[in-house]
Nanobody, 126 residues
Framework: QVQLVESGGGLVQAGGSLRLSCATSLGTFSTTAMGWFRQAPGKEREFVAAISWSGGTTYYADPVKGRFAISRDNAKNTVYLQMNSLKPEDTAVYYC???????????????????WGQGTQVTVSS
């Protein structure tokens, strides 16, 4: 059974930083594209960032460009999301996801991911 476990969420003041981690049990992690999504109360889940299997290609949603950075350590089967200059509108449950699709370097649609973590809460106070 594949497991994705997020950690690193919490309460932070606006302008602060957090680093989320997502540890996986994927045996094919080093060839698996990964992504981060978030869901705020009353809103649909939205794409945040994605990274190719090698880490050489990344892509970000416009609201987080220049503030967030996705990275991965294939030796540790872990993907990270460094979040800087946090804003109250970044408040959400953050999910990491993995896809076994291989036709593209990375994916931005939630429907393209077939493994999900349980989520970690990020709350940014003003």
């Amino acid at each position: 059974q594949v497991q994705l476990v997020e950690s690193g969420g919490g309460l932070v003041q606006a302008g602060g930083s957090l680093r989320l981690s997502c540890a996986t049990s994927l045996g094919t992690f080093s060839t698996t594209a990964m992504g981060w999504f978030r869901q705020a109360p009353g809103k649909e889940r939205e794409f945040v960032a994605a990274i190719s299997w090698s880490g050489g290609t990344t892509y970000y949603a416009d609201p987080v460009k220049g503030r967030f950075a996705i990275s991965r350590d294939n030796a540790k089967n872990t993907v990270y999301l460094q979040m800087n200059s946090l804003k109250p509108e970044d408040t959400a449950v953050y999910y990491c996801a993995a896809t076994t699709l291989l036709r593209k370097h990375l994916y931005t649609e939630s429907s393209e991911y077939n493994y999900w973590g349980q989520g970690t809460q990020v709350t940014v106070s003003s």
